[in-house]
Structure formats: C-alpha cells, structure tokens
C-alpha cells in the first residue's frame, strides 16, 4: 500500500527529512537513497508517495520513494555501473605491472594505498556523522584526499556507505579529481622516464 505526503524539514547535507501524511498523522522519516530511479534532490515541500516501513531504529520511515506524477524509472547511473570498478582494478592492475618491471617507483603505489585507506576512514566518519547528525567532514577535504590519490578508496567507500552517491555536483566534481590525479600521475611518469632515458 502506498501512501502520499509533502517533504518537511529536509536536510540536503545529512540527505534526510521527514515526509508529513496527507490527512495528518505522525512524521516519517525519509532518507535519499529510499528514491526510487534516478531523480533530483528534493528542497523541501514537494508532495511524494512512499510506502510505510519501520526502520532499525524503530521509527516510521518512507521506502520506494517517488514524486507525484512522476514514474518508475532506473536508468544505469555511472556510480550504479560497475564500469569504473572495472577501469579501478584496471589502473591499479597497470600501476602494480609497471612497478614490479621497474618502470614506476613502489612509491607511487604505497601513495595510491595510504592515500586511499585514509579516504576510506574519511568516508566512513562522514558517513556516521551525518547519520548522527554530528560535525561533518568538508567536501573540499574529501575532495583534496581524491585528488592526491585516494579516489579508490572513495569509490570503495561510495559504493559500500551508499554515501555522496546522490549528489551530482559532488559527482562531477569526484570524477574531474579521479581525471586530474590520472593525467598528473601520467605527467610525472613520462617526466621521469625521459630523464632516465637521458642519462642511459
């Protein structure tokens, strides 16, 4: 049975709210990933239907989420894919080749490991935080820990928390850092070959 209410006191940042019934009634608890498909971000006020479950925490909360007069709809989205698990695999793949023949400093892959652990536990702490409704991490500092490296780690951890999953500018910001690291790791690696082929 499916049941229709308006958003109320929606929390982009946390990506929770609460949906207020038609006809009056308890609040219930609605969290992001609960929209079914592909949709924007709700700002609060917009009239949704949902059905009715209870939580682990035992509170009334909304599943299948869906706006009024829109309809059931799951495109593949690029974090859903498992394409750029694959290309993740693929790059660490490349990276361990051309360390173990000496064309890449063992450096560059303990970097890629730290750096992708300490984004993991970034993730997961942003993640509990926001659950908590305690002191978040920046985006801007998620975002940094990408570039440096740690996108693995953060693709590990979107994919495991369901977390920076829904928001697109975060999205696109994510995958402009994963392309920035890449072609800087590219740059550094063609730099120091040619330095080693000139001293040959």
Same mark, same amino acid.
């Given at each position: 049975?499916?049941?229709?209410? %308006?958003?109320?006191?929606?929390? $982009?940042?946390?990506?929770?709210?609460?949906?207020?019934?038609?006809?009056?009634?308890?609040?219930? #608890?609605?969290?992001?990933?609960?929209?079914?498909? #592909?949709? %924007?971000?709700?700002? =609060?006020?917009?009239?949704?239907?949902?059905?009715?479950?209870? $939580?682990? +925490?035992?509170?009334?909360?909304?599943?299948?989420?869906?706006?009024?007069?829109?309809?059931?709809?799951?495109?593949?989205?690029?974090?859903?894919?498992?394409?750029? /698990?694959?290309?993740?695999?693929?790059?660490?793949?490349?990276?361990?080749?051309? /360390?173990?023949?000496?064309?890449?400093?063992?450096? /560059?892959?303990?970097?890629? !490991?730290?750096?992708?652990?300490?984004?993991?536990?970034?993730?997961?702490? $942003? +993640?509990?935080?926001? %659950?908590?409704?305690?002191?978040?991490?920046?985006?801007?500092?998620?975002?940094?820990?990408?570039?440096? =490296?740690?996108?693995?780690? !953060?693709?590990?951890?979107?994919?495991?928390?369901?977390?920076?999953t829904s928001k697109k500018s975060f999205r696109i910001t994510f995958w402009i850092?994963?392309?920035?690291?890449?072609?800087?790791?590219?740059?550094?690696t063609s730099s120091t070959i040619n330095t080693i082929i000139g001293f040959a």
């Amino acid at each position: 049975m499916r049941f229709q209410g %308006k958003i109320t006191a929606w929390k $982009d940042e946390q990506g929770f709210g609460f949906i207020s019934p038609n006809g009056g009634g308890k609040q219930v #608890y609605l969290h992001i990933k609960e929209f079914t498909g #592909y949709c %924007k971000r709700p700002k =609060g006020d917009e009239l949704v239907t949902y059905k009715l479950i209870t $939580d682990t +925490k035992g509170r009334a909360a909304a599943s299948e989420v869906l706006y009024v007069g829109s309809r059931r709809k799951n495109p593949l989205s690029l974090d859903q894919s498992i394409i750029p /698990v694959y290309l993740t695999l693929a790059f660490l793949s490349i990276i361990c080749v051309a /360390v173990s023949v000496n064309r890449l400093s063992p450096n /560059v892959l303990l970097i890629y !490991a730290i750096t992708s652990l300490v984004t993991f536990i970034f993730y997961w702490l $942003d +993640k509990r935080a926001a %659950k908590n409704n305690s002191q978040r991490t920046s985006e801007t500092t998620l975002q940094s820990l990408s570039l440096i =490296g740690g996108w693995p780690g !953060a693709l590990l951890a979107q994919r495991i928390f369901r977390h920076k999953t829904s928001k697109k500018s975060f999205r696109i910001t994510f995958w402009i850092q994963v392309f920035l690291n890449i072609i800087g790791l590219l740059i550094i690696t063609s730099s120091t070959i040619n330095t080693i082929i000139g001293f040959a």
